[in-house]
């Protein structure tokens, strides 16, 4: 009986055995690796820098009254068109309408003294020339002197009244520019005078919606490659589908420091508008700063560098085994790198090696698969 329990367990033992050596043995048998390949072709590339930003109002007016009073007879609302001129709203001063009355009566005081001080001179001329005495001679002097007084005094007289006018014509507020109200921050009633000037909101803004331009922020290592003229291609998070164009306009030589991290602000003009864009939207935006026609092209994952040299592995047809080959690289972006030499057009690069088991495969990606475009701003 002892004798039985001891063959069965040698069966056992040898059974386990030879099913972990099969199992052992299945899963360690290597398949031939697999490659994915790109044929290396002529093309058009695209080297772009993103921008994020948004929309602003290039031409933009703040309606900011320097006298004080109550408003009153508010003409307009935001949204409101309106012209260069145009009654927006008055301020109640009547302060200021006596001011003027006063600056005026001594304006008109100051040119009667003026006249008559003239006049004397004329009369004292007349006495001389008819009794030419010493003692008429100063007083001819006198009054040249009297003269120069009066006319200063005028002048200064003449500066007030105007500067009266002024103030007192500021009762009534008009739009300083064509455009629409973009901001109305008063109501009737309003004192101006009492706004506390770290918190007072200008009462009216007004912007040229006509001026729409967008105004990005661009990383400090990428703006020395932003110059004037280049051209942009924008869209919009609020508006699906739309992608707009234009061209730099201007480019900020201070930049902003925010966390550490310098940008540097470009405002870009678009080349046609749409009705649906509206001040402050945001914006993304890709600056174009080169593009090259009919050059050699691979995508960017095909490219390796070993030793400060550039090279990929080319599979042409007929072949198991990709052959490597030294390439000259020239510009790229995000998706594709230019290839100067080292290979044809035709040849088929390897973007991908796929290495398996007959259980389980695992997969080496020698770089990004199948060649993509930058978000329309690429073509071949």
């Known amino acids: 009986m002892k004798m039985k329990k001891t063959y069965i367990v040698v069966i056992a033992l040898v059974v386990i055995g030879g099913g972990y050596y099969w199992y052992k ?52 609302k935001i949204g409101d068109p309106v012209k260069k001129g145009q009654l927006l709203f008055t301020i109640v001063n009547d302060q200021l309408g006596v001011s003027a009355a006063k600056a005026g009566a001594s304006y008109a005081q100051s040119k009667k003294s003026l006249d008559d001080q003239r006049y004397a001179k004329k009369q004292a001329e007349a006495d001389y020339k008819a009794n030419p005495k010493k003692l008429l001679k100063d007083k001819v002097a006198l009054a040249d ?42 109501k009737n009633g309003d004192d101006l005078g ?33 110059a004037e003229g280049q051209k942009v291609m924008f869209k919009f998070s609020a508006i699906d589908g739309l992608e707009l164009s234009g061209k730099v306009e201007k480019i900020d030589s ?55 040299s550039s090279y990929v592995e080319v599979l042409n047809d007929g072949s198991k085994t990709p052959v490597q ?26 973007t991908q090696t796929i290495t398996s088991t007959t259980k389980a495969a695992s997969t080496t990606a020698s770089g990004a698969g199948g060649r993509g475009g930058m978000g329309g701003f690429m073509g071949h």
Do not use: C, H, W
């Open 25 to 76: 043995k299945s899963n360690t048998a290597s398949t031939a690796p697999i490659y994915k390949t790109a044929v290396a072709e002529k093309g058009m590339l695209t080297s772009s820098i993103s921008g994020s930003g948004n929309v602003i109002v290039d031409q933009l007016a703040t309606v900011d009254p320097t006298i004080s009073g109550t408003v009153a007879n508010l003409a307009v």
């Open 145 to 186: 002197n009297a003269i120069d007084i009066a006319e200063q005094n005028l002048a200064v007289s003449a500066a007030d009244y105007r500067n009266q006018l002024a103030d007192a014509a500021k009762r009534r507020v008009t739009a300083p520019i064509d455009g629409t109200v973009n901001e109305v921050n008063i």
């Open 194 to 226: 009492k706004s506390s000037s770290s918190t007072k909101l200008s009462p009216i803004i007004i912007g040229d919606l006509g001026t729409l331009k967008a105004s990005v922020s661009v990383n400090e290592v990428d703006i020395p490659n932003v």
């Open 254 to 308: 201070l930049g902003t420091i925010t966390q550490g991290v310098v940008t540097y602000n470009v405002t870009i003009g678009f080349d046609v508008t749409d009705p649906r864009i509206k001040p402050q939207m945001s914006v993304s935006a890709n600056i174009i700063t080169a593009v090259k026609q009919n050059v050699l092209l691979v995508p960017g994952g095909a490219v390796k560098t070993q030793g400060g």
């Open 325 to 350: 080959k030294n390439v000259e690289i020239g510009l790229s972006n995000n998706t594709d790198t230019e290839i100067i030499s080292g290979i044809s057009s035709g040849d088929k690069v390897v």
